[in-house]
């Protein structure tokens, strides 16, 4: 009995002191990144421990980081769908790094005279909250960290990529950020096969993995190699009988080799000694969509995306390395099932004069 009463007198002690502590501070949620200003003017913390000149300067500093990212969101379209995603902050890095880079460290160390204030956003507090996001205008020596002006770990582009996403949704919602001149990739064949440049562009690895950038640089190349598939189709003949042979694949191999190797080569790109171009800015890099049981961008596209290369293989294709890659049959049936309607229909026929006997005869 003896030992509750000191248990709930222990008990009630922490209550106090932890209902004290959130008295202290004051709770925001984020509007824009421009709030992080009136925090500063505001925050009892900052006024108490910060001089006036360091929160001015921290304030100016906060006023054109602000500006940049903003200018960054917008340069690149990258609010024009709705939403800043973790893909997006990676794209905002790579632009921050790449036009700001030399000024940004300046900017951010006047930042950190302010280093911590009594408000709170997102569960933490807010001068951090907004320092982490300002760490995206250093080069991340890490695939998933930013780093620090100090060149540590900061923190992870999934975390702030969502927290930016966050504090930016009012100006992305109304517009504010947006685009107007600028072009998203979209798929261009008229086809079927542009689903598979959405599908890129929308996949939930990729979106975490990789910059907008690269993926938009990755559906491009693939909606081009998609043209030069369809082109051979079509300067062949190879639909006019309403379906796609495993015969046929090798006719693809033989005449995109023929016509269009060395565009092939350069769209399909590679990832060579750390650099990746084409549509290996996009492959293996964590994409987990699926098309026919088969994860998409890895293997059914992929796979399509080797019959430009010329192949030693009886009935295998051959990637960009040399290796064997996916049967000639394994591929027919994927660009089958893909181009169904289209076969259907007739749109990928034509003029094509198929081979018939000629003599007139029972041998014809």
């Keep these: 009995m003896h030992r509750n009463i000191i248990k709930s007198t222990v008990v009630a002690a922490a209550l106090c002191s932890v209902s004290m502590l959130h008295a202290a501070e004051e709770i925001i949620e984020p509007t824009g990144l421009d709030q992080i200003q009136e925090i500063i003017a505001n925050d009892a913390r900052v006024e108490k421990k910060i001089t006036a000149e360091n929160i001015a300067k921290a304030q100016a500093a906060a006023e054109s980081m602000n500006a940049f990212i903003k ?5 690149r379209g990258l609010a024009n769908d709705g939403v800043v995603s973790v893909a997006d902050a990676r794209e905002v890095n790579r632009y921050l790094v790449e036009n700001y880079g030399g000024e940004w460290t300046a900017l951010r160390a006047d930042y950190a005279l302010v280093n911590k204030s009594s408000t709170l956003a997102m569960a933490q507090n807010a001068v951090k909250l907004w320092g982490k996001i300002y760490d995206l205008g250093f080069e991340a ?3 998933n960290r930013l780093s620090n002006i100090n060149g540590g770990k900061s923190g992870s582009f999934v975390t702030v990529g969502y927290q930016l996403g966050e504090i930016v949704k009012n100006d992305v919602a109304s517009g504010a950020l947006n685009n107007s001149n600028f072009q998203e990739v979209v798929g261009t064949t008229g ?3 542009d689903q598979g440049v959405t599908l890129i562009l929308n996949d939930p690895g990729l979106q975490r993995k990789i910059a907008t950038g690269d993926l938009r640089e990755g559906a491009k190349s693939a909606d081009a190699l998609n043209h030069l598939i369809l082109g051979a189709i079509r300067a062949e003949g190879l639909a006019n009988d309403g379906t ?7 006719t693809l191999n033989e ?5 269009n190797a060395a565009e092939w080569a350069e769209l399909h790109g590679d990832d060579e000694e750390g650099e990746e171009t084409g549509y290996h800015l996009v492959q293996n890099d964590g994409a987990y969509s699926r098309m026919f049981s088969d994860n998409f961008v890895n293997s059914v ?3 399509v995306y080797h019959l430009g290369f010329p192949t030693r293989f009886k009935n295998n ?4 390395d040399g290796n064997k890659n996916k049967r000639f049959e394994k591929v027919a049936w994927w660009l089958n099932e893909c181009l169904e309607a289209e076969l259907a229909s007739g749109a990928l026929s034509s003029p094509y004069s198929e081979v018939t006997g000629t ?3 029972i041998l014809d």
Excluded: F, P, Q, W
């Excluded at 200018?71 to 340069?75: G, L, S």
């Excluded at 796609?244 to 090798?250: E, S, Y």
């Excluded at 005449?255 to 016509?259: D, P, R």
């Design 359 to 361: 003599t007139g005869t």
């Design 191 to 193: 086809t079927s096969m």
């Design 141 to 143: 020596a890490n695939k």
């Design 301 to 303: 596209a992929d796979g």
């Design 317 to 320: 294709l051959e990637n960009e």
């Design 255 to 259: 005449y995109l080799v023929a016509h």
């Design 244 to 250: 796609i042979t495993t015969a046929d694949t090798r």
């Design 71 to 75: 200018e960054a969101i917008k340069e």
